[in-house]
């Protein structure tokens, strides 16, 4: 369950539907040990499994999110943080496997 922004240096509590952006990444294979993702997911061990992080608005203007299996979620400066991303509510989905970084779907809130 999301509680708090992905951004280890934001303590701004998650609101549903109070604005920010919520990445969705979709992985295969998930295996012990994944950083960042849950243990229930983990020691299932799914062929497919989707986990879900947020930044607040502050941290989205600047940052997005990246996911790997070694090293869990990482902040990616944005290229261009005056660019705002699309606010469609459709969410493209990318998968990743344990060797692979995965890129997030984004939605505006």
Known sequence: MISHCANPGCTL???????????????TSPS???????????????????????LCDRCSSKYSLKFNFRDGISLAPLTDPAKKLST????AVGAATPDQDVN???QRR
């Open 13 to 27: 509590p998650f609101h549903y539907r109070r604005g920010g952006r919520l990445h969705r990444f979709d992985i």
């Open 32 to 54: 012990t040990p994944c950083a960042n993702v849950p243990n229930a997911i983990c020691s299932l061990k799914p062929s497919r499994a989707t986990v879900f992080f947020w």
């Open 104 to 106: 997030p779907s984004h």
């Open 88 to 91: 469609a509510p459709v969410i």
